[in-house]
């Protein structure tokens, strides 16, 4: 077994790794020494000479050739990480799999301390406030420490940190089940994010654990129960908890008041408490009917979301808008209900149909398009792969970086404009490709375009009229466009009337005084504007059904 140790710069990773190692006559490896090592140069001359992002690439190097995690039940390797090596998701992805992972924390002062009198120059440190910075350095990067197996802190001299570990990863390595990897775990305003691999029954074990709670209330729908559900019983089942079931239907038809109201009765049958948390698993129609019935039933009980479609786990899970259908619209009832828990396992992806998945995507160019640059280059170069479902990009963590990087940059949207009420940005950029998307979604009778295939179009008329009004650099869109070709999203005619599309566009939700509000791509993000001319929105409307690439290419 090797044993990963993370935390920020003067945490002890060195010093409590080397005991550690020496304690159970295992090998003791330093990422930053060998990197030293195999360059000749200290991390301070790369840094300065050569700068980070070469520093980072010798990182991932260094990662890369440790190998294949040591299967030893017994500890046999001791790793010692540099302080920022975990933010890249591939470096976890690499590191954290198939390990037991250890965060050594500290309070800022305590480190700034240690740093002060430590001999080894911390390039991210150097010459500037070492507590503000320690500080910064670790709201930035708590999330990814934290989802360590073993978080130790509370304890200054390094025997007893020693002893501590000793004893808990003791206890750890005597837990035969498995237990998949945690990849992120981070506490916000909007419910705790747990991401990992093969961690649904774990993590969501814990997550109830936490809310108190002495039974587990399973809300699911058959298609989601058997590629996912039933895995997940099973795994609670073996932790101890007593299960119960509410089944709602499958698909779009589980968000009707009437099914809401059918739930409700079953809940009352079961007697639910107040306090009790319901478990809602499955993809975003699930999630929008479970989520509502949580958030009405006895006015309000917690809920667990366990998503388990790619557009649950990057978009609709998180945020907390839930509700149902009406016959004169989508979504038309409903209420913002935080989850307590999001427990986003990304294995449970791997049953998902192709068509899914690709179309899931639309919506990860929106958070690209947004502002994600690496998300961009990311899409670009495995997209494809991870569109096919192909085992490759699940096995090599691509499928985990789009779903991490989608979902925390929902997160810091959300977190920022909670309930959609800063006009100029916040909680209305996520709306980008959803104005012409939603009409030809609507137009489509919610049968023919799944909802990111939609919002791939909207997207490609969203550039066409930036391009048109000046915000949107024409190479943006052109980019745009590309990666939606080689997504193979948006490419198709489409078989509706212009005056339908334009119909349902005249109802969309983001009108103000008159005027709708579009969302459209700048050089590096978005801008939101209301004046934009009905000829431009009429021109890429027309070349969007005309062609599908509503986009200049
Ligand atoms: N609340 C929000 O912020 C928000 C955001 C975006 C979308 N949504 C809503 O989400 C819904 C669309 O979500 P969706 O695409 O996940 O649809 P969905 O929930 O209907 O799931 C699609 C299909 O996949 C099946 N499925 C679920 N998990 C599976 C798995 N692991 N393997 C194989 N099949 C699986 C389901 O049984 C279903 O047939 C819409 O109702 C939309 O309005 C809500």
Redesign the pocket.
Known sequence: MDVVLVGLPGSGKSVIGRRLAHRHAAAFIDLDERIESSTGRSIAEIFEGDGEPVFRALERDAIAELGPADPDPEIRRVIATGGGAVVDPRNRWSLYRGRRTVWLDGRPEVLAQRLRRSPHVRPLVAGRDPIGTIRDLGARRARFYAAADVHQSGISEVQGIVDSLDDRLAHLLADERPAGTALLRAETPIGRIVVGDGIAAGALAAELEALGAQRAILVS????W???GARIETGLRERGWEIEHVTLP???A??RLDVVETAARELARLRAERSEPLVAI???????AA?FLAATYLRGVPVIQV??????QI?????G???V?LPEG??LVGAFHQPAAIVIDVD??????ER?LR??LG?AVKMATLGDERLFELLETDGPLIARGHPSAFGRGYVAEVVERCAWAKVDVVVADERERRPGGGRITLNLGHSLGHAVEAAAGYRDL???EAVAYGLRAAARIGVEAGVTPPERAARIGALLDRLGLAIEPLPYSLEVVKAHLATDKKHVGGHLRWVLPTADGVVVRDDIEPGVVDRAATSLLAAGAGAPR
């Not at 998503?307 to 649950?312: F, I, S």
């Not at 978009?315 to 945020?319: H, R, T």
């Open positions: 729908e058959p298609g989601a058997e590629a996912a499958q698909g779009e589980a968000k499955g993809g975003g129609a699930l999630g929008d989520g998503p388990t479609t790619l557009v649950a978009d609709s899970s998180i945020g808008k839930t509700g259908d989508k979504n449970l992806l791997r049953t998902l149909p899914q179309a899931a919506e799944l909802h990111g």
